[in-house]
Every structure is written in structure tokens, then in C-alpha cells.
């Protein structure tokens, strides 16, 4: 990136042809990895596989570390901390830390989601994160859930995934009656309370009353064992049942549900089983990020912190000079700039695809509030490691100023006096039931992420 003026390379111009072959590998990885991981819980189950074919062992709280110990922590099987204790002095050093959310917009059943009407069977949603919601109407999608039932006896499942599978339906209004919608503003015309899912048409031959509810609850019965009063203490979604699936005639580019955020999650887990580090590494897959980061699996709960305390506690080392010392990645992606919406963007400061991982100094909205902005040396110190390592990268903002914005993990990072900025892959459509990514982007956070735990 040396010269007078700055400019922005493509991947492409500028990649060997073994390099090229590296993101397309390591793009293929990636869409496995996506396609079984549509739910938080899913990530973790899919992280953990990994996790322990690389030689991680689970950890909990009381047991004993020693150096090169290789250790993941499953929190409520929708969060997961992995970890690899290095050979240098955990003070002076402190940790390397990446932190990526595993929770994606979504549609979650309602505690008592089951009604019928005109002749249809329906469940009642209540939708998850920042979603345009007609982008859900008509669009399929496949059911994810985890029930635990009144004795106890816990079942997840997965229907509409498989080709064999039938799949679900939010209804959208015909054209030839939609005049009184076009004259309405967007956020007017679809309701929450629209959002809800056809899940059965035939009536059972069991009951006098309800006969289409009572139908669905007897398949779900006879598949499941399961009752209507089950749905109190379940977790379901309604997530698109699309696979991800290459894009244009050369490939580039990756569709699929969910980049956002696993397409830094996922860089970041490898990145780290990968990790030859002699320092302390860590990665955060978190949940919750979608909603504010709340709840016991989110970025605001004590978790993190007590872990780290934990580590130090097993070296006799200060949690408060190892977290002033520690640097993080908050691997969270951003948007790329799209040519079909180009009055939102700032055309010099948002990231284009397929010129590598943005790095954001800072995020938020407006007069960047509800943000970490970083200093000056990491965003220096981040430069250098990126050209060292050969690292396609460019910086980045979400949108013009004043119109919007968003928020990530690392100010609550950034609380505990940990060194944090933002880096990720640019997404088009993000949080659209359908994302587009480039696998140059996706590739080059994945490089980002080793050079960082280097």
C-alpha cells in the first residue's frame, strides 16, 4: 500500500494463481461449515467437532492449566471461548483475542405459536434482530429447534433442510390488491404479527374442534412426542433453507444465510486451530450480538471476564495487567459498497469486494455513539502486521453519516481496558435472508486473522 496516493487493489489483480486456489479451497470449507451451522447452537456443535479433531479438550472452571494446553468452554451450548495457553509471560504479553457472534437475524416461534385460520394452519413468530421483513414473505424456510420437555427429557430437530423435507411459508399480498400497501411507507406495510408461518392445511379426523391445529400436533406428537404446551419451553427458528451456493459465471462470490457473522466466525475458528502461536490466543464466539449483546451468552455477561480470570489465576499472573496488555479483533463484518444503492454509501470510505478485509476504527451511529473507536497506535500496530503478513486489507465505514449505523461486540470488549478494534469480510445485503460475500474477502480475514496470532 506504499505511494503517494492511496488506491484500493483487487485481489485479483494482484493474487497468484496458488493463492487464488487457497480462497477457493478455503471457500468451499467455509460453505460446509455454514450450511450446518444456521443457529447458534448449531455453531457451537460444529466448533466443537473441530475443536476436539485439532486436540482441544473442554475446560471448566477449577481445573488446571499448564503451557500449550489447547481448551474450549461450552457455555449453555450457545457460546464458546477456545483457548491456547502460550509459552511467554501472560503479564508483559497479555492474550491475543479474537471475538465473533454466532447469532443471525431469524424468525423465533412465539411461546404459543399454534392457530388456524381460512382453511390454514399457522405458528405465531417473533422476529429475531434487525430484519426487513418483507424479505421473509414467500421466502422458504426450515424449522431449527431445541425442546425440552415437562419431564425433563430434552430433543432438537431440523425440518426443511433436506430435499425430501417440506418446508414453510409466510404469505405475501397478490399484486392486483396491493394499491393500498404502494401507498403506504415500508415500515407501515408489513407487521410483525404478519410473520407468520404456514405450517398445515389438512383437518384431523380425531377431533371435532380445531381440526387443523390438532392435525399438526399429532404429526408433531407421533414425530416427536411432543405436545402443544412442549412450545413453552423450546427454542424454534424459522431460518431460510437456502444452501449457499457460488455466484456468477466465475464464482466469485458466496450466497447464503448467515455471513453475518459467520464469515468472520469461521476464519477466527480456524485461525486459532491452526494457531502455532507462542502466545496466549484466545477466540470468542459469542451470542446475542443481534439483539444488544444481552443475556448470559452474550458479550455483556461476566463470562468473559471470568474466564480470563481464571487463566491468570492458574499462572499467578494479574488479570488487571494481562487484559491492559491483551489486543482483540472484534471480527464483525461490514457493508460493502453496492452499485445498485450507491447514495448511502461515502463512495471513499466504504469497502469495495473482493479488495480484502475491512478494518473499521470504529463504528456506531451518527456522531459515532454506542462506539469503540480505536486508537491510533492499534490501528497502526494492525497496519504493519497486515503488510508484514502479505495481507489484502482496506478500511471501511458502514454507510454516510447520519444515516444509520450499527454496532458490534467491542465496546463491551473495550470496557475492560483491552485493546479492540474492528475488522471483517464486506457483505451486500446484510441481514437479507440471502447475503453475498467474495471469497477474496472471506479468504483474505482468514489470512488477517493468523497474522494477528502471529
Request: glycine share 8%.
Amino acid at each position: 500500500m506504499e505511494g503517494l496516493i492511496y488506491k484500493k487493489q483487487n485481489f485479483y489483480d494482484i493474487a497468484s494463481e496458488k493463492e487464488i486456489k487457497d480462497a477457493e479451497n478455503f471457500a468451499g470449507e467455509y460453505m460446509q461449515f455454514l450450511d450446518k451451522a444456521k443457529t447458534e447452537r448449531e455453531a457451537c456443535r460444529e466448533a466443537v467437532i473441530l475443536a476436539e479433531q485439532a486436540g482441544f479438550k473442554q475446560f471448566d472452571f477449577g481445573q488446571k492449566l499448564k503451557k500449550g494446553d489447547k481448551r474450549y468452554f461450552l457455555n449453555h451450548n450457545k457460546e464458546i471461548i477456545l483457548f491456547k495457553i502460550g509459552s511467554n509471560n501472560l503479564e508483559e504479553a497479555g492474550m491475543k483475542i479474537i471475538g465473533a457472534h454466532i447469532d443471525s437475524p431469524r424468525l423465533d416461534l412465539k411461546p404459543n405459536p399454534v392457530f388456524e385460520e381460512g382453511g390454514m394452519c399457522y405458528f405465531k413468530t417473533h422476529y429475531y434482530g434487525g430484519i426487513r421483513k418483507y424479505q421473509y414473505l414467500t421466502s422458504p424456510l426450515s424449522l431449527h429447534g431445541a425442546v425440552v420437555k415437562a419431564n425433563g427429557e430434552k430433543f432438537e430437530f431440523v425440518i426443511g433442510e433436506n430435499q425430501d423435507d417440506p418446508i414453510f411459508y409466510i404469505s405475501d399480498l397478490l399484486p392486483h390488491l396491493s394499491q393500498g400497501q404502494e401507498e403506504q411507507k415500508l415500515r407501515e406495510v408489513f407487521s410483525g404479527e404478519q410473520l407468520n408461518l404456514v405450517v398445515g392445511g389438512k383437518t384431523s379426523k380425531k377431533q371435532k374442534e380445531q381440526k387443523l391445529k390438532n392435525n399438526v400436533l399429532e404429526i408433531l406428537k407421533s414425530r416427536f412426542g411432543m405436545s402443544d404446551a412442549d412450545f413453552m419451553s423450546s427454542e424454534i427458528s424459522a431460518v431460510p433453507m437456502h444452501k449457499a451456493r457460488e455466484v456468477g459465471f466465475d464464482r466469485a462470490f458466496i450466497a447464503g444465510y448467515g455471513h453475518d457473522d459467520k464469515s468472520c466466525a469461521y476464519p477466527a475458528l480456524r485461525a486459532i486451530l491452526e494457531s502455532k502461536s507462542d502466545e496466549t490466543v484466545m477466540v470468542w464466539l459469542v451470542d446475542k450480538e443481534e439483539i444488544g449483546s444481552e443475556g448470559n451468552t452474550g458479550a455483556q455477561s461476566k463470562l468473559f471476564e471470568d474466564l480470563i480470570d481464571e487463566i491468570c489465576d492458574n499462572f499467578n499472573a494479574s488479570p488487571r495487567k494481562v487484559r491492559r496488555n491483551s489486543k482483540c479483533l472484534s471480527a464483525d463484518v461490514t457493508s460493502a459498497y453496492d452499485p445498485n444503492y450507491s447514495t448511502v454509501f461515502d463512495k471513499t470510505n466504504v469497502a469495495q469486494v473482493s479488495c480484502g478485509t475491512c478494518i473499521m476504527k470504529y463504528d456506531g451511529a451518527k456522531g459515532k455513539s454506542d462506539s469503540n473507536d480505536a486508537s491510533a497506535e492499534l490501528m497502526g500496530e494492525l497496519r504493519k502486521a497486515m503488510e508484514e503478513a502479505g495481507v489484502l486489507w482496506q478500511t471501511g465505514e458502514l454507510g454516510r453519516v447520519d444515516l444509520g449505523g450499527g454496532g458490534t461486540i467491542s465496546k463491551f470488549i473495550a470496557k475492560l481496558n483491552i485493546d479492540t478494534i474492528d475488522i471483517g469480510v464486506p457483505v451486500i445485503s446484510m441481514h437479507a435472508p440471502y447475503e453475498l460475500i467474495s471469497k477474496a474477502d472471506l479468504y483474505s480475514t482468514y489470512k488477517a486473522f493468523k497474522a494477528f496470532f502471529k
